[in-house]
T-cell receptor, first 114, second 114 residues
């Protein structure tokens, strides 16, 4: 039972355009969502997060949108740069569970074409 | 210069041998985690520890063991009982901030069992 899903395993975008990465979840108890960026053979790097009390959080070129009714979040990268090429993971957690466990999606490989 | 260190970067072991992966953090984080990543898959939680001298099994704990004797250290032992030990292992740590908990990852250790 995959509680966090990233249905697009890969995405290609032209440099300068917008990249949109999607993530769906099934557990309505999730209240904190994060995006991580990962290069091969390295640990994931934290990008941006959003709590369930918000529907948007922005940090520079990165914006995360949360649609609680649809149980859907997305990461927008504008403008996309070749250095953004990596695998992006979304993760979700629930503070009410009393633990700090995350559930990760399977990742989307973004390729930004120069 | 705070961070999470994992050593070694690459590790080779013969089948049937136990091996211990190191994870150290100087971020003063309370919680620490071990994940496993396999090709095309997300991060799967092996064990986590929210405080010293306490740890809990994650989703795939069979064949692994951990200890948390110090706040800074959370070593993972891959035992001979783990059927498919070859993988990329990631350690993370986190601290709660205003009710939210963000995990930060080390660089990872790639274990290959021959």
């Amino acid at each position: 039972d995959q509680q966090v899903k990233q249905n697009s395993p890969s995405l290609s975008v032209q440099e300068g355009r917008i990249s949109i990465l999607n993530c769906d979840y099934t557990n309505s108890m999730f209240d904190y969502f994060l995006w991580y960026k990962k290069y091969p053979a390295e640990g994931p790097t934290f990008l941006i997060s959003i709590s369930s009390i918000k529907d948007k959080n922005e940090d520079g070129r990165f914006t995360v949108f949360l649609n609680k009714s649809a149980k859907h979040l997305s990461l927008h990268i504008v403008p996309s740069q070749p250095g953004d090429s990596a695998v992006y993971f979304c993760a979700a957690s629930s503070r009410t569970s009393g633990t700090y466990k995350y559930i990760f999606g399977t990742g989307t490989r973004l390729k930004v074409l120069a | 210069d705070g961070g999470i260190t994992q050593s070694p970067k690459y590790l080779f072991r013969k089948e049937g041998q136990n091996v211990t992966l190191s994870c150290e953090q100087n971020l003063n984080h309370d919680a620490m985690y071990w994940y496993r990543q396999d090709p095309g898959q997300g991060l799967r939680l092996i064990y986590y520890s929210q405080i010293v001298n306490d740890f809990q099994k994650g989703d795939i704990a069979e064949g692994y063991s951990v200890s948390r004797e110090k706040k800074e250290s959370f070593p993972l032992t891959v035992t001979s009982a783990q059927k498919n030990p070859t993988a990329f292992y990631l350690c993370a740590s986190s601290i709660e901030n205003r009710g939210f908990n963000t995990q930060y990852f080390g660089p990872g250790t790639r274990l290959t069992v021959l």
